[in-house]
């Protein structure tokens, strides 16, 4: 019953009406990508120059073992139940909230108001329909797609952070939810796209669209370059049989 009343709340949730000013009034960094991709690592050492304020998102998801360590609420997440998600929803307290493989993502307005009082960038990693939801209140919010350099790379990746945590059928919903976020860069203008091959040549190129608002054109060329092989990629990988 919950999920059913979950699934209703966030079919026609709207912010709160001050919402539009606050997010127009506060400069901030959305970091998207599939697993894997590097949102974690570019985000800590975007956290370490003491610029930008880390949203910590809400979620109704299990915490997770990344690189040996168990996820903490306050940290990666807030951890919530799905019962303290839907009074979130029916207060207005979410930004923008999202079912997102089965679990409900969301980010709440009292993050972005500390980092408007602070002057800092919020920053956080977010899913594609967050941000066509922050994109709607204001183009000018930043959005970085983080795409590995190549499937091979990227599977390698994700071997080291789960292990054989992952089962066949997780995986190919993994594969199936990144095929939709590269679709969704390949398709929409929402997005700067950033091959995440060298973490410092990354972060250069992470400040340079936070402090400028540019990005070389023959960067730009190559990483949708490398998006559309990796969908390709992808999709032959989900037409292997069972």
Do not use: C
């Not at 009406?17 to 606050?22: A, P, V």
């Not at 070389?216 to 370059?225: E, F, N, P, S």
């Amino acid at each position: 019953m919950m999920d059913q009343e979950l699934q209703n709340l966030l079919a026609g949730y709207q912010p709160a009406e001050n919402t539009r000013e606050l997010i127009k009034q506060t400069p901030i960094l959305l970091l998207v990508g599939p697993t894997g991709a590097g949102k974690d690592s570019v985000k800590d050492r975007l956290l370490l120059t003491g610029r930008y304020h880390h949203i910590v998102s809400h979620t109704t998801r299990s915490p997770r073992i990344n690189h040996g360590v168990i996820e903490q609420t306050g940290r990666e997440y807030h951890f919530i139940d799905q019962a303290a998600a839907a009074t979130m929803l029916k207060s207005h307290s979410f930004i923008e909230a999202k079912m997102y493989s089965g679990n409900v993502y969301g980010t709440s307005i009292g993050e972005i108001k500390i980092a408007h009082d602070e002057h800092k960038i919020a920053l956080t990693d977010l899913e594609v329909q967050g941000v066509a939801e922050y994109k709607a209140m204001d183009s000018g919010v930043m959005a970085v797609f983080l795409l590995p350099p190549d499937f091979a790379t990227w599977q390698a990746r994700l071997q080291r952070r789960y292990g054989d945590v992952v089962d066949a059928a997780d995986m190919q919903l993994r594969m199936q939810t990144a095929l939709a976020e590269i679709d969704q860069l390949l398709t929409t203008d929402h997005y700067v796209a950033i091959v995440n091959d060298d973490l410092d040549a990354t972060l250069q190129e992470v400040e340079a669209i936070t402090t400028a608002h540019v990005q070389d054109a023959a960067q730009i060329k190559a990483a949708h370059r490398v998006a559309q092989k990796l969908d390709d990629d992808i999709r032959a990988y989900l037409d292997q049989p069972a």
